[in-house]
């Protein structure tokens, strides 16, 4: 497939984001505010799951399959994390349109993430049967929901994990070592995670296996 064929197959998704990247750059021209141009680059982080999942559906090499299924999984959480920009409403002096754009992009970066998990859904629904799939589905959104506790209020990334995996990995031992002291880390996980499985659950029925792009 050519670069042509992919984004003329990709067009509708091109123009949603195209359309998103649009309400940042109309809200700069009216105020003059470069403050949410952070949503470009998390949608651009959101989209590497989605084509990481692309590459995974088509491959028939093992080992390929493993190293860019594990960096599906690293980068998969950014799809979500746009949700918790809502947070950053408490400081805009427009909220009702902040709302509308932060809302733009969370409902195009968490499709981005469904359609990923439908790819590799896909891929190995002839090895894994329905019900083991959606075990392993739930648990890898109660991940990304962990993944995104890390982000918002630790300020981990996916770079972390190779940057400074000492701290990364400390900070997630204290956490399982220590639960009641760190309550707030697993009610956040347990509560976003829920949430994800809804939404998840919604996109499955607007989005069956069969749906075009």
Same mark, same amino acid.
Request: with cysteine.
């Given at each position: 497939?050519?670069?042509? $064929?992919?984004?003329?197959?990709?067009?509708?998704?091109?123009?949603?984001?195209?359309?998103?990247?649009?309400?940042?750059?109309?809200? =700069?021209?009216?105020? *003059?505010?470069?403050? +949410?141009?952070? @949503?470009?680059?998390?949608?651009?982080?959101?989209?590497?799951?989605?084509?990481?999942?692309?590459?995974?559906?088509? $491959?028939?090499? =093992?080992?390929?399959?493993?190293?860019?299924?594990?960096?599906?999984?690293?980068?998969?959480?950014?799809?979500?994390?746009?949700?918790?920009? /809502? %947070?950053?409403?408490?400081?805009?002096?427009?909220?009702?349109?902040?709302?509308?754009?932060?809302?733009?992009?969370?409902?195009?970066?968490?499709?981005?993430?469904?359609?990923?998990?439908?790819?590799?859904?896909?891929?190995?629904?002839?090895?894994?049967?329905?019900? %083991?799939?959606? /075990?392993?589905?739930?648990?890898? *959104?109660?991940?990304?929901?962990?993944?995104? +506790? /890390?982000?918002?209020?630790?300020?981990?990334?996916?770079?972390?994990?190779?940057?400074? &995996?000492?701290? @990364? *990995?400390?900070?997630?031992?204290?956490?399982?070592?220590? &639960? %009641?002291?760190?309550?707030?880390?697993? *009610?956040? $996980?347990?509560? =976003?995670?829920?949430?994800?499985?809804?939404? +998840?659950? %919604?996109?499955?029925?607007?989005?069956?296996?069969?749906?075009?792009?």
């Amino acid at each position: 497939m050519n670069v042509y $064929t992919y984004l003329n197959r990709h067009k509708k998704l091109l123009l949603a984001g195209s359309c998103c990247c649009f309400l940042v750059l109309f809200r =700069f021209v009216i105020s *003059l505010e470069y403050y +949410y141009f952070f @949503l470009i680059w998390n949608l651009f982080l959101a989209g590497i799951p989605f084509l990481l999942s692309e590459f995974i559906s088509k $491959t028939e090499n =093992f080992m390929a399959t493993g190293i860019l299924g594990m960096l599906w999984l690293l980068f998969l959480p950014n799809s979500f994390y746009v949700v918790t920009d /809502l %947070i950053h409403l408490q400081n805009s002096n427009r909220p009702y349109f902040d709302v509308f754009i932060i809302g733009s992009f969370a409902v195009l970066c968490c499709w981005l993430g469904f359609k990923s998990i439908q790819h590799m859904e896909q891929k190995f629904e002839i090895l894994i049967p329905n019900t %083991i799939s959606w /075990l392993i589905k739930i648990g890898v *959104l109660f991940l990304c929901s962990f993944g995104i +506790y /890390l982000g918002r209020f630790l300020r981990y990334n996916s770079w972390n994990l190779l940057s400074d &995996p000492y701290n @990364l *990995l400390e900070d997630c031992f204290s956490f399982l070592r220590f &639960p %009641i002291r760190h309550l707030e880390v697993w *009610l956040f $996980t347990i509560v =976003f995670g829920l949430v994800l499985t809804g939404l +998840y659950y %919604i996109y499955l029925h607007l989005n069956p296996k069969n749906a075009t792009e």
